[in-house]
């Protein structure tokens, strides 16, 4: 997993309200995607209690404690909030006791409250947080959205990448990042990549300089993140070499042990590489749709093949 989130940072992100606002959450992180309805521990129950976890009180919680006298829920209180729990989250409109925010003033444990149901608090947090602590790894190559489909561009330096992209914005497609792309693992079957925030929405042209998509030709050029669905490797022809004209067999890379479907294509002067780009989303997306052109063509070639050796038979 990544190291950590600021705790500001899911607060912002969730619109969370502080009912400890003597506290300053500047320095408190969160290290896991994990959440935790404390409904044992207020039983009085802490044998394998993960403190780590942004604790949540939901409705059921809630309606259990005030079902508890105060001499009963004091002591429980405080063995919760004295392992220095990340913070403490009321959903669904409920708030805390005043037993609560004072024990929580006394351990400096912040409090939130937010109008959301539990269930619906707690899946977009985890969702959030599955990006936010993904793995991550910087790499070389250029990201752009092609009909939907997240399309990495990669190639020496100089090769045309950023070109290329350039071509596809101007053609309706959308950028993501230049030269940079930031990889996160946010599942087994799921990368999803970004830009660096020093570097995002610009696009470097060699003999031009730097250049601002976003401010040319406007936010709908533009986008923040995209899933990794297909890598387009640059290269210089080499006219030794044997290039796969058929795509039978899928050829992949991998980034944080996922696998990604990759192409290679010979870059020669006079190939338009927007519209070849934009022909290798749309066949991958066919693809996914369960539609393969070469398989379709093979398929073709080998009726006509027993077509012909049946006539060939009866003769």
């Given amino acids: 997993m990544g190291s950590s989130v600021p705790l500001k940072k899911l607060v912002d992100k969730m619109k969370l309200k502080s009912l400890t606002p003597e506290i300053d959450i500047s320095g408190k992180k969160i290290v896991t995607t994990e959440l935790n309805r404390p409904a044992l521990q207020l039983t009085g129950y802490f044998d394998h209690f993960d403190s780590e976890r ?41 708030v805390p006791d005043p037993d609560m925010i004072s024990l929580a003033l006394k351990y400096e444990i912040p409090v939130f409250c937010t109008k959301m149901a539990t269930s619906a608090f707690m899946a977009e947090v985890i969702r959030w947080l599955n990006v936010e602590l993904a793995p991550c790894i910087s790499i070389h190559g250029v990201l752009v959205d092609v009909y939907g489909e997240g399309i990495m561009i990669m190639g020496e330096s100089g090769i045309g990448k950023s070109e290329a992209a350039l071509e596809l914005i101007k053609r309706g497609h959308r950028l993501i990042t230049d030269d940079v792309v930031e990889i996160r693992k946010v599942s087994d079957e799921t990368l999803i990549g970004t830009a660096p925030d020093i570097t995002r929405h610009f696009i470097e042209l060699r003999g031009i300089g730097i250049i601002d998509v976003k401010t040319l030709f406007g936010v709908e050029s533009v986008k923040n993140t995209a899933n990794i669905d297909l890598v387009i490797k640059l290269e210089e022809w080499d006219r030794n070499k044997e290039y796969d004209r058929m795509g039978l067999e899928e050829e992949y890379t991998e980034f944080l042990g996922n696998k990604v479907v990759c192409h290679s294509l010979p870059i020669r002067p006079g190939r338009n590489l927007a519209v070849i780009v934009e022909a290798a989303a749309v066949n991958h997306r066919q693809k996914k749709m369960g539609y393969n052109a070469a398989r379709e063509l093979y398929n073709r070639v080998q009726n006509n093949l027993m077509r012909s050796m049946r006539e060939i038979e009866d003769e």
């Fill in 54 to 94: 942004v604790q949540v009180i939901g409705y059921v919680e809630y309606t259990y404690l005030e079902h508890l006298s105060r001499e009963q829920k004091v002591p429980v209180y405080e063995k919760l909030l004295s392992y220095q729990i990340p913070c403490l989250v009321y959903t669904t409109m409920t």
